[in-house]
């Protein structure tokens, strides 16, 4: 900066006598070369070049006496400079040095000293706001942590600083003007002089200038001497900072910081679904401003932000924190403020074997049961073995703390169920997510003492789905006569926990509504029950692919299909290692497969995706069709093996017409997002993404726990089942379905054939469905045969229950029907 400012210095003049122009360019150029030298060699070159060319066009500026705005503007290059003496100068201005006049007694130093005081005193009142809001969040939520308020801001400032890109030039520019300004009120209090001489003295003095003012030869040997000496000092000072610095950037890089925080959500364990796990958790907090989530990985910071920012990252308004570190160990925990957290949810390790999962699981949990963590706060596991899941609550010591979730039986059973509902895994995930309606549990008072019919009925913002018992046990559907206790919660999709409250009287007070005799009912209901699987015909099945989900699907297919059907597996993995793992299955679960016998069909790695052995298959002859993503493989691969053998399917040669084949409908696990695309446009929508409902399911379950036993009951299918119908179904013999129908009049006329509940219909023409709304049928399928079901062609919980709306045969409702001896 001193050689910069000699630049634009006159031949034999000291730095003092430039006029206050040039030294206001000189500091600017300071100020530049401060903040270029975060910018790299180039930058400063550019400012170099700056100085040099001020020199060059110094004649513009005349020396000493006072030049009007008008003589600038005219071009004061005919002008010659002046040098004036230093009481000359003294007389102007009341200072040393020359000056330009702007007029009414403002000199150009005075608008530059004034804009750089104004400028310092506007950032401190941007800061200290700043400083108290932090103040109070940390009184609220941090202080009984037993940090200080200093280790919080210097974890929030260091947060900032490597989060926002313009960090290390403000706080740069801010340190260069509190230095200039703290200084120049300094030396205008203790040896006097205007405010701006003041700036202009402590500016020459913060190069490193000793010379400044001195004629001899000795002093200015002296004074070069000690700035040379100064300039080591420098050097050496500047390295020491700068490995500190150093040491700390890396620190900060590696996730080794601690974090400060109170009343946030820690994620342990970083999984493929970790993406879709916080984005479903920033929709959950959007309505509150946003959370804070920290993610303690095990694998180093760098990578989890990569990863986690490899693509479109929605968070709602949230912040993600990453840190590296080991769930299982006391003091990473303690690095993420685990006491402090509001929910800390434990990811499974999905590379590892389902019990070795648990296993490192549950070493995470019992770390934190030996610090009773988080001190006010839920605890949230994701169990791969259903057997495990007794053992987790029961380890931990408080099981009203811990919520275990068995994610892998749901989406297996989800596959299952969908084999004969087409459609229904895109209606359980617009129920798991926080896109539209979600479940909400609350007592009314209101409503205590109602039958469950009329509390159905008074809710034109809600569909009520069943109540939650005072000892937390879920009863969906519980049935139309059922009386709502007190302490009970009634249980209902609503589009937030704010948006719904029971009306003052049921909908029907009033209304002239059909009415069915108790005999026709009875025959509608019966002609409803889905009839017993002992009765059913053998069915063939298909199974391409091998995971830890096989066992749940098995099971659940045991319940489904009749006796004497068989189950075919085609994987790359060794038969006798295939059927060592169901033996175990069976006898972990106690369930013995006796509806159908297991045939295992040996492909070589490398064939899996052939023509030739997908032909071998003859795949028309199955019923039912489904493609696990192969666990030996990443997602990523999963998705292409499992796309390959579809499209390899589909294509195939159709058999002949002596050979009764089936429709290609097959159900599909899926774990990328881009997947659903892909498999669309081939045709396919009968799929179940795996990742997107491990996560919405973990999400809803940290947002309120009793969400969890609605997840169990759902899916169980022991109480209740979830069934596509059409409206003409609930109709009598001979009975003409209207041409309109509002919501309330479908579900009234549906709960008068049994416990049977409207949950959804399909969205009316004009919201984004086919010709005359409905949804579509696949190739194959006949008109009874609900195809292609999905969210835009579905509408849960209408906003509108009372006005009707055109209903066309190809409409559908969505039903939860009450099981019944000899149900499915």
Request: a negative charge; charged letters at 20%; glycine letters at 10%.
């Amino acid at each position: 900066a001193h050689a910069l400012a000699a630049c634009v210095a006159p031949p034999r003049q000291p730095i003092e006598a430039m006029p206050r122009p040039a030294l206001g360019a000189a500091a600017a150029l300071f100020v530049a070369s401060l903040l270029s030298a975060s910018l790299g060699p180039a930058a400063s070159l550019e400012v170099a070049r700056a100085g040099i060319a001020l020199r060059g066009g110094y004649a513009l500026v005349r020396w000493g006496a006072p030049v009007s705005t008008t003589e600038v503007s005219k071009g004061l290059a005919s002008q010659q400079p002046s040098l004036v003496s230093d009481s000359e100068s003294k007389s102007a201005l009341g200072v040393d040095g020359p000056h330009l006049s702007l007029g009414s007694g403002w000199t150009l130093h005075h608008v530059f000293g004034a804009i750089i005081y104004f400028a310092f005193f506007l950032a401190i009142c941007v800061i200290v706001p700043i400083v108290l809001r932090e103040k109070k969040f940390f009184d609220d939520h941090v202080a009984g942590s037993g940090r200080t308020f200093w280790q919080y801001m210097s974890y929030r400032f260091t947060d900032w600083f490597t989060v926002d890109g313009y960090a290390p030039s403000l706080v740069l520019l801010f340190l260069t003007l509190a230095l200039i300004v703290t200084g120049a009120i300094a030396y205008a209090l203790l040896v006097g002089g205007s405010p701006s001489h003041a700036l202009w003295r402590i500016f020459v003095w913060s190069t490193g200038s000793p010379a400044e003012g001195e004629t001899t030869g000795g002093g200015r040997f002296l004074g070069t001497l000690v700035t040379v000496c100064g300039l080591i000092i420098l050097s050496l000072l500047l390295g020491i900072v700068t490995d500190v610095f150093g040491t700390t950037m890396r620190e900060i890089k590696q996730g080794m910081s601690p974090v400060i925080e109170g009343g946030h959500i820690v994620i342990c364990g970083y999984s493929e679904c970790t993406r879709c796990l916080l984005e479903e958790l920033g929709k959950a907090r959007e309505s509150e401003g946003g959370g804070v989530f920290v993610v303690l990985a095990e694998q180093d910071k760098e990578t989890t932000q990569a990863n986690l920012t490899g693509g479109t990252l929605d968070l709602s308004g949230s912040r993600v924190i990453v840190r590296s570190g080991n769930p299982s160990v006391m003091r990473d925990l303690g690095q993420v403020s685990a006491g402090s957290a509001e929910k800390i949810v434990i990811l499974a390790d999905t590379s590892l074997a389902p019990e070795d999962a648990d296993a490192k699981s549950m070493r995470t949990l019992l770390s934190l049961r030996t610090k009773a963590w988080p001190t006010n706060g839920d605890i949230v596991v994701q169990c791969c073995s259903e057997s495990n899941k007794q053992l987790f609550k029961k380890s931990y010591g408080d099981e009203e703390k811990v919520e275990v979730v068995v994610v892998g039986n749901i989406v297996a059973k989800l596959m299952a169920a969908s084999s004969q509902q087409h459609g229904l895994a895109g209606v359980f995930s617009m129920m798991l997510g926080f896109d539209g309606d979600e479940f909400y549990c609350e007592e009314w008072r209101d409503l205590v003492g109602c039958p469950f019919r009329e509390a159905v009925f008074r809710f034109p913002d809600a569909v009520a789905m069943g109540v939650l018992t005072a000892e937390g046990e879920c009863k969906l559907n519980p049935g139309w006569d059922y009386t709502i206790q007190e302490g009970e919660k009634v249980i209902v999709l609503a589009e937030d926990n704010d948006t719904y409250e029971p009306s003052d009287e049921p909908w029907y007070v009033g209304m002239d509504l059909p009415t069915v005799s108790a005999a026709k009912a009875k025959d509608i209901a019966k002609r409803l029950r889905t009839p017993r699987a002992s009765g059913s015909s053998p069915q063939k099945v298909l199974i391409i692919g091998w995971n830890s989900k096989i066992g749940p699907l098995l099971g659940s297919l045991e319940s489904m299909l009749a006796e004497g059907s068989s189950v075919d597996i085609y994987s790359p993995r060794p038969a006798e290692e295939r059927k060592e793992v169901i033996a175990n299955i069976q006898l972990e679960t106690g369930l013995e497969y006796k509806s159908f016998e297991v045939k295992h069909r040996d492909v070589d790695p490398a064939k899996v995706c052939s023509r030739l052995e997908l032909s071998r298959l003859q795949h028309h002859q199955y019923n039912a069709i489904f493609l696990l993503a192969d666990g030996d493989l990443d997602h990523k691969a999963a998705d292409e093996r499992t796309m390959m053998c579809l499209t390899q399917l589909q294509h195939l040669d159709p058999p002949g017409p002596d050979i009764v084949a089936h429709p290609f409908d097959p159900v599909v696990e899926m774990c990328e997002d881009s997947t659903a695309e892909h498999l669309k446009i081939c045709g396919f929508t009968n799929f179940v993404h795996s990742n997107s409902l491990v996560s919405q399911a973990l999400a809803a379950v940290a947002e309120n726990p009793a969400i969890n036993s609605i997840y169990a009951e759902l899916m169980s299918g022991l109480n209740n089942h979830f069934e596509f119908r059409c409206y003409e179904e609930f109709l009598c013999e001979g009975e003409q379905p209207p041409a309109e129908l509002s919501f309330w009049e479908a579900a009234h006329r549906v709960s008068l054939c049994g416990d049977i509940s409207l949950i959804a219909w399909t969205a009316p023409a004009g919201s984004g469905d086919k010709e005359g709304g409905g949804v579509d049928k696949g190739e194959g399928h006949d008109d009874e045969e609900v195809q292609g079901l999905g969210g835009p062609n579905f509408e849960m919980n209408p906003k509108d229950k009372t006005t009707p709306r055109p209903w066309t045969p190809r409409d559908r409702l969505v039903v939860i029907r009450r099981s019944e001896p000899g149900d499915r």
